[in-house]
């Protein structure tokens, strides 16, 4: 069997490797437009931060563990220029390419205004992390437009070396969190304009930046404002949506012998059952894992994803799961929520507050969690990923067995007290 793989990222070396321990004896060949395979995207900011200087670092494994030892045909440098889905071709370089089986992990690139591409950077692949990277060592006022999750975690991890700007479009920082807590986010930050674009870019000696707030003058100034997926080569065969992202069905399959996954495909939010994208590391391992196994003719679907997303935002540990008020609101779900702040130990070791939101539906089910705790957030909030994922009602988590040791949490768990006041609220003694 010919396997084709376009990208050689977190979903596309993921499906090449599942798929050669599949079978020892097939021909797979992953095309890659960058020097680089199966590399840390997530680990970007802190090499950019200074947490370690190599980004060989960055390098799940060196290319030679795919070529020599799992026998992957690797070509990096390389674009693909087209598919033909009628014929099983790729065309990639000067050579066109047969398949028995193709899959698509083209990733996305970074989606910079026209009007400002000759005036800042964006990181999305090795080649920008390393080149940011030595800009960075060469300036101190940095300007990061765009607050989403990359955007903020630059802000946040760079600003232990350099004084750093961030320009947010929206009245807060992490755009997906509801109101409520949106208003803890911006009491830990400063340094951020809000309700704020970039009109006019200009550069002499340094950047001077024109927002619809104001002026600033800066040394660089980095670029987070969303990607876009790299789709473009494909012109027939294969559905996309209005993003261009390609659809897939339950199997990830995008057509006759073509599948598609990461940052390239939509996928199915597991609590709306709707496409939707979540460009995200673990959805993309999956996603190839699961393609690898589903090549050789097996129905293993793919379920959805939560977006399950947690940052270091200045100290604290922030992060959401499932879906917010503002979708539950679009696609006229019924819900309600739990909103507390709690401890994040027991009193007598003085922990820091927790606050904690669960939304849910008007069955109880829980579809949507929010968390911002400077200790023992992440692993708050990776369980109420996990309750959303299992389908457990609101009440689930007021019995739910939750390990107690006071350096950790409280007796009284600010889950459990969520799960609680739930109780009294479905029950009607909410007192």
């Not at 050789?296 to 008020?325: R, S």
Request: charged share 20%; with cysteine.
């Amino acid at each position: 069997m010919k396997i084709l793989v376009i990208g050689g990222g977190a979903a596309g070396m993921s499906a090449a490797s599942k798929a050669r321990r599949m079978d020892n004896n097939a021909e797979i060949t992953v095309f890659e437009k960058g020097s680089f395979v199966s590399y840390a995207q997530c680990g970007m900011p802190y090499y950019l931060a200074g947490y370690f200087n190599d980004y060989n670092d960055l390098l799940h494994y060196k290319i030679t563990e795919f070529t020599e030892k799992r026998k992957i045909n690797v070509i990096t440098n390389i674009n693909v220029k087209n598919v033909d889905t009628d014929n099983n071709l790729v065309f990639a370089g000067d050579e066109a390419y047969k398949y028995d089986k193709l899959v698509i992990a083209s990733g996305a690139s970074p989606r910079i205004p026209e009007e400002f591409k000759n005036y800042g950077i964006a990181l999305r692949s090795m080649e920008d992390a390393i080149k940011l990277n030595n800009l960075l060592q060469k300036s101190y006022n940095i300007t990061i437009i765009g607050a989403g999750v990359l955007g903020t975690e630059l802000y946040s991890l760079l600003r232990g070396k350099h004084n750093v700007k961030l320009i947010s479009k929206h009245e807060h920082v992490l755009p997906y969190f509801d109101d409520d807590m949106a208003y803890i986010l911006n009491s830990i930050c400063d340094n951020v304009e809000y309700n704020s674009v970039p009109v006019d870019i200009t550069y002499n000696n340094k950047y001077k930046i024109k927002t619809t707030v104001g002026s600033h003058e800066s040394d660089l100034v980095i670029f987070a404002t969303g990607i876009e997926p790299n789709t473009s080569f494909i012109n027939q065969g294969i559905t996309k949506d209005d993003h261009g992202r390609i659809i897939v069905d339950d199997y990830l399959m995008a057509g006759n012998d073509v599948y598609a996954a990461g940052d390239a495909a939509s996928t199915k939010n597991f609590v709306t059952g709707l496409y939707d994208y979540f460009p995200l590391a673990q959805v993309a391992n999956k996603m190839g894992r699961i393609i690898g196994i589903n090549i050789f003719g097996n129905k293993i679907k793919f379920p959805g994803a939560l977006g399950t997303t947690i940052i270091n935002l200045n100290g604290y540990q922030v992060g959401y799961t499932g879906i917010n008020e503002r979708t539950a609101r679009k696609l006229n779900i019924k819900y309600d929520k739990i909103f507390i702040k709690g401890e994040s130990r027991s009193k007598y070791l003085h922990g820091s507050d927790v606050y904690t939101k669960i939304i849910y539906n008007d069955d109880g089910i829980i579809i949507g969690a929010q968390v911002i705790a400077r200790e023992n957030g992440a692993w708050r909030l990776n369980t109420l990923a996990t309750a959303i994922y299992s389908r457990m009602h609101i009440e689930d988590l007021f019995f739910d067995d939750l390990g107690y040791e006071p350096e950790y949490g409280p007796v009284w768990d600010p889950i459990i007290v969520s799960g609680s006041l739930a109780l009294d609220k479905l029950q009607g003694h909410n007192k």
